[in-house]
Nanobody
Framework: VQLQASGGGLVQAGGSLRLSCAAS????????TGWFRQAPGKEREFVAA????????RYADAVKGRFTISRDRAKNTVYLQMNNLKPEDTAVYHC??????????????????WGQGTLVTVSS
């Protein structure tokens, strides 16, 4: 499976961006997708995930209420709508995927497929 992330950019604090993650190469309806981010000098951290099958979602505490993950099955694309962005959201955002689901979805080691990152910069 190949994952292609897009939609990053420069935005002022309080603004919004929508990231996209397009999957190709064949995914089942039970394919789960997630987003992680990595800021300079920091470890990669979990942001959000959407489970294959029932589309149940999970969010990091830092983004709850501001970010929304969703999917368009027809386009085989997952979106991350980011509202009320803060300077601390600045990072390279990576989309990731796997067949099925892991209860440890927040660990990047639990995900199999990774796309290239897209840079999000939030100015104060």
């Amino acid at each position: 499976v190949q994952l292609q992330a897009s939609g990053g950019g420069l935005v002022q604090a309080g603004g919004s961006l929508r990231l996209s993650c397009a999957a190709s190469g064949g995914t089942s309806r039970y394919y789960s997708t997630g987003w992680f981010r990595q800021a300079p000098g920091k470890e990669r951290e979990f942001v959000a995930a959407i489970r294959g099958g029932d589309s149940n979602t999970r969010y990091a505490d830092a983004v709850k209420g501001r970010f929304t993950i969703s999917r368009d099955r027809a386009k085989n694309t997952v979106y991350l709508q980011m509202n009320n962005l803060k300077p601390e959201d600045t990072a390279v955002y990576h989309c990731t995927g796997r067949g099925g689901w892991s209860v440890q979805y927040y660990r990047h080691s639990q995900w199999d497929d990774w796309g290239q990152g897209t840079l999000v910069t939030v100015s104060s």
